[in-house]
């Protein structure tokens, strides 16, 4: 059995060990970090983990441990992943990867360098709704995507750290802006290179150096667009939406409010709703089983198959990597008020590759424009001439 090492007893802590613990049936954390004896212990038994310690060095170098997965603060992410490179042990780091794309670089070459497995942990490529999305968009059932629309806003994280830039290494696009950017590049295509963005962000609530809003567009080189949209002021739980338009199609999931299950009670109710719900009475929208909504539970299937099996997961560091570019990207044009391009000194994917417009022949001198069923009956052809660029319309 492969040994696990939760390093951080946080939110995120206690989310990915309820999914490794429920999820294959077979894997268990076998110890956790934490900076308090205390803390640690009581994680320990609420979780059911054998092990503490209190000593990050311990932890990733202890010889039962086989994989560390990072759950700590953003500020705290390369050192525990260079610890565990170091200790030459797999690593999974949980989003963002960096606070920024070089620290995000430096984490990919380490692991890279020591030759271990590695793991982005981006849940929001996973939740069961999203994979079977995926599936059809790469079957090409919505023709060629033209724009993905990802969604986060919820009233603000639950921690003092998020709120302090230097520590987060930005706000609410660091924090979430980074699920939707890889929620839209895994929908475009991550072979795809992301060219540049233009984003407006602004801390519009909370007293704060970092942004609690922002909207921003990342241009695809083969001219598809990925929008993200996030606030950390949003008042009514927490929104999790995609839209992705294609020539051919059009998939909406709606992840976290509205998801079918919708409960009204008149008493204050006594029960957990979920993730950054705001109300406890009156309409509520709980979720069933949220580490599996969220995608936590594919996403370790993933990683621990993956790892088990000897080949790449779904993300890696390097996909980290290169949400961090995006989002460095994204904060220079918050500055600027231009698009900004994205720097990325290393690229797997495709090189220059700008695909044109579409081919709609109609006829030899015309493309198809349109065609619409009018409410006559009759149905409408909107036309345009290849050699003059005249458009017309025929009724038919
Ligand atoms: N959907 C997702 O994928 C999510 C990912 N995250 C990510 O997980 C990471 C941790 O976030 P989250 O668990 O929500 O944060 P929390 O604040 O809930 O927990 C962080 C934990 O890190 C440990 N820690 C160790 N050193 C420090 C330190 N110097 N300051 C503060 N905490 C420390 C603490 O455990 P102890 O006190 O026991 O040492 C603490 O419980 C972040 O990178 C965040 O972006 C968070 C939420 C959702
Ligand atoms: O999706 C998420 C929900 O909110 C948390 C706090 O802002 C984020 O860190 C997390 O990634």
Redesign the pocket.
């Known amino acids: 059995m492969t040994g696990i090492a939760m390093?951080?007893?946080?939110?995120?802590?206690?989310?990915y060990t309820q999914a490794l613990h429920g999820g294959r049936s077979r894997d268990h954390v076998d110890l956790?970090?934490?900076?308090?004896a205390e803390?640690?212990a009581a994680?320990a038994s609420t979780w059911n983990v054998a092990r503490s310690t209190?000593n990050l060095a311990e932890a990733v170098n202890d010889p039962g441990i086989d994989v560390v997965v990072?759950?700590?603060?953003?500020?705290?992410?390369e050192q525990a992943v260079t610890a565990a490179a170091g200790a030459g042990k797999a690593v999974l780091?949980?989003?963002?990867l960096g606070r920024n794309a070089a620290e995000g670089l430096r984490m990919l070459r380490a692991v890279e360098d020591a030759g271990v497995f590695h793991g982005y942990?981006?849940?929001?490529v996973y939740p069961p709704k999203t994979l079977k999305g995926l599936q059809s968009v790469q079957a090409g059932d919505l023709g060629r995507v033209l724009w993905v629309r990802s969604r986060e806003t919820h009233p603000g994280?639950?921690?003092?750290?998020?709120f302090d830039r230097a520590?987060?290494g930005g706000g609410a696009i660091?924090?979430m802006g980074?699920?939707c950017i890889e929620i839209a590049r895994s929908f475009i295509g991550k072979e795809v290179r992301p060219v540049e963005v233009v984003c407006w962000g602004d801390t519009q609530v909370h007293p704060i150096e970092s942004e609690d809003h922002a909207v921003g567009m990342v241009r695809y080189e083969n001219g598809a667009i990925g929008q993200f949209e996030v606030s950390w002021a949003f008042r009514g739980g927490m929104d999790l939406r995609d839209e992705v338009a294609g020539t051919e199609g059009t998939l909406w999931l709606n992840h976290w409010l509205r998801t079918g299950m919708e409960m009204y009670s008149a008493k204050e109710s006594t029960q957990y709703v979920a993730?950054k719900s705001e109300s406890s009475r009156g309409w509520m929208f709980p979720v069933g089983d949220e580490v599996a909504a969220?995608?936590?539970t594919n996403m370790f299937a993933d990683m621990l198959d993956a790892f088990e099996q000897g080949h790449e997961p779904a993300e890696t560091f390097y996909d980290g990597y290169v949400v961090n570019a995006i989002m460095d990207a994204s904060y220079r044009s918050i500055d600027t008020k231009r698009w900004e391009p994205i720097d990325l000194p290393l690229w797997h994917g495709q090189g220059a590759n700008e695909t044109s417009r579409l081919s709609r022949a109609f006829d030899k001198d015309h493309e198809l424009v349109k065609r619409e069923r009018m409410p006559d009956g009759k149905t409408k052809l909107i036309l345009r001439n290849t050699l003059t660029g005249e458009i017309s319309q025929r009724v038919q």
């Open positions: 390093l951080g007893t946080g939110l995120i802590g206690s989310c956790v970090y934490s900076r308090s803390k640690a994680f209190t990072v759950a700590l603060p953003n500020d705290l992410h780091c949980t989003k963002p942990l981006e849940d929001l994280p639950h921690s003092d750290w998020f520590r987060a660091i924090d980074c699920h993730e969220l995608g936590y």
